[in-house]
């Protein structure tokens, strides 16, 4: 019982952790898409929602961040519109089969290294007994494998919505949706399969440790570095998943109305839309998990920095900790911004040429890429 009560105090703080920062990166990136996409149009972007103090004049406006709020309170108080026709299960599951798998991928992604709590608050010393955690929730061998499973499930749950709403503009989108996102699926399935080779697990936390060290005397040994074209293709495919501009054929307005969720109104609508943002800074998660090293900024390890070169920095447990988790924050909001600028930048493409991206171009360089990496790591295995 001793021992297991600091565990399970430990996990219940990482999912806490977690889901606080998942939400407020959904909440804030609202803010974020609007004032980046006003920025980019030279115009001032959201300005109008404020909250006012209580007997004076005076209006809270800063920079409009109370607009995410009032979308979020018109989506619970708005009335639950639902199509006279449609399959009831299927039409409540679908938003929670979108939005659930979601959340669960960040289980198994590290946001930070090794924590000594016993350390940190060492008026906590003796309960902890000299116990270390990763900083993640799930320390899964298989966790690329268990990504790619949840992420299979929003598939389901966007053809779910599509054939469940009993509409055409629904179900044409559903289709779309399930046709894009398998293709797209096995274009991240070939490009990881190169990282594989190159680190020889599929534990994401061991793949971020080993990206802690040099190449070629100088090189942070991320894995942009030793597998650019596959961190490209990544990148492309992961925000094709997620069905944003170039890629939101699925929801296309223009054709489809809203595509697989035209028949959901209130908060439905609303997971949809908020499992969306999240996906943003999940694929900023794992694109900086896999290539960009982590937690890590360049050759540093839960033990310090070691420059090229054998210089090493030792750091602090109280120092080492909270850099690395400001570190993870830091890069996925950059890649959270990317993506945004990538969405306001590209005009979306033709059903055919989003497919014909994927089979035609992405899936031949993945292929190509994989044997190459083969080669190369089979080269090396033999002069070593």
């Known amino acids: 019982m001793s021992q297991v009560l600091p565990d399970l105090v430990m996990t219940l703080a990482f999912i806490i ?9 959904g909440g804030l990136l609202t803010w974020v898409e609007r004032k980046q996409s006003a920025v980019m149009s030279d115009r001032v972007g959201a300005n109008r929602a404020y909250i006012r103090i209580p007997f004076t004049n005076i209006k809270l406006v800063w920079l409009g961040l109370f607009h995410g709020m009032a979308d979020g309170a018109k989506m619970l108080l708005k009335e639950n519109f639902k199509p ?37 608050f060492p008026a906590l010393a003796s309960w902890f007994g000299g116990r270390t955690y990763s900083m993640q929730i ?39 949706a399930g046709s894009q996102m398998i293709s797209y699926e096995l274009v991240m399935g070939l490009t990881v ?21 040099t190449m070629a005397g100088f090189l942070p040994a991320w894995g942009l570095f030793q597998q650019p074209l596959a961190a490209f293709l990544f990148l492309t495919a992961a925000i094709a998943e997620n069905k944003r501009i170039p890629f939101d054929l699925p929801e296309a ?6 595509g697989y969720f035209t028949e959901y109104s209130a908060m439905k609508l609303g997971l ?12 900023g998660a794992l694109f900086a998990t896999l290539f960009l090293g982590g937690y890590n900024l360049p050759f540093m390890n839960d033990a310090g920095f070691l420059l090229p070169g054998g210089r090493e920095i030792a ?17 996925v909001a950059l890649l959270c911004v990317l993506q945004i600028q990538i969405r306001w930048t590209l005009p979306r493409f033709r059903y055919d040429q989003m497919l014909g991206l994927s089979w035609k171009l992405l899936l031949p360089l993945s292929l190509a890429n994989l044997v190459v990496t083969v080669l190369f790591m089979w080269m090396r295995g033999g002069a070593s």
């Open 17 to 25: 952790y977690s889901m606080v920062m998942l939400l407020s990166f």
């Open 84 to 120: 006279r026709a449609h399959d009831q299960l299927g039409y409540f599951l679908a938003p929670f089969v979108v939005f659930t798998p979601v959340l669960l991928v960040f289980a198994v992604i590290p946001f930070g290294g090794t924590i000594d709590p016993g350390a940190l």
């Open 138 to 176: 799930a320390q899964l061998d298989a966790g690329l494998l268990v990504v790619f499973a949840f992420s299979g499930l929003t598939i389901i749950g966007a053809m779910l919505a599509g054939w469940a709403s009993e509409n055409k503009f629904s179900l044409l989108g559903g289709l779309r």
């Open 193 to 213: 399969m190169g990282l594989i080779l190159v680190y020889g697990t599929v534990d994401l936390g061991s793949i971020v440790q080993q990206q802690s060290g």
């Open 253 to 258: 307005e223009s054709e489809l109305v809203a």
């Open 272 to 283: 949809f839309m908020f499992s969306e943002f999240i996906q943003i800074a999940i694929v």
């Open 315 to 331: 750091l602090s447990q109280g120092v080492r900790v909270p850099l690395q988790m400001l570190t993870f924050l830091g890069k």
